[in-house]
């Protein structure tokens, strides 16, 4: 018995060194190309021109944790970069992309960011209504570590510009 014992913890403690193992530990588990986030961002906010003036925020800016919290609640800790540019004009319009510094989170970000759609929606149902159909249609898809959010007329060709410049390995 006692032998089955030392077996079944040695076993556990195995598995739980090869789980200590498959952590990052802070280091970059990206699995995809650096793009610059730059020349990404004036991609897509081309790609549809039928998008009014944009408010851009940005990983770079002093305040980028506070502004990012209104984008999403995932642990700011997990966030390489981002970009978040809404409609200045207060309309449903936005386009953000967020790279992780780990692929692996990306579920939980395209999670959250599914939320704060809902709740954009709910916002746009009860104080401007012809909006609705713009975050009906909201895209959130990912390349590698790099998750994008699109919220426009033409999402579909911002879609597409956004896997192009992966393609393309930054435009």
């Known amino acids: 018995m006692k032998r089955m014992r030392q077996a079944a913890f ?21 699995g995809g190309p650096d793009i610059d986030m730059a020349a990404l961002r004036g991609a897509l906010l081309e790609a549809d021109t039928t998008l009014p003036e944009m408010v851009v925020k940005t990983s770079d800016e002093a305040e980028a944790k506070d502004n990012f919290f209104y984008l999403s609640d995932l ?3 997990k966030v390489e970069s ?12 936005e386009i953000a992309v967020i790279k992780l510094k780990n692929k692996a989170d990306a579920a939980a970000l395209m999670d959250s960011l599914h939320k704060h759609v809902e709740s954009r929606q709910g916002t746009f149902e009860e104080y ?13 898809t990912r390349e590698g570590p790099y998750v994008a959010l699109i919220v426009s007329r033409k999402n579909g060709l911002v879609q597409t510009a956004f896997q192009g410049f992966f393609e393309t390995d930054g435009g």
């Not at 981002?82 to 319009?93: N, R």
Request: hydrophobic share 45%.
């Open 128 to 140: 401007d209504p012809e909006q609705v159909p713009l975050t009906e249609g909201a895209v959130i």
């Open 10 to 30: 040695l076993a556990l403690a195995a598995l739980a060194l090869l789980g200590c193992l498959g952590c990052s530990n802070g280091a970059q588990d990206d």
């Open 75 to 77: 642990d700011y800790g």
């Open 82 to 93: 981002y970009f978040y540019a809404y409609a200045d004009a207060g309309t449903a319009e």
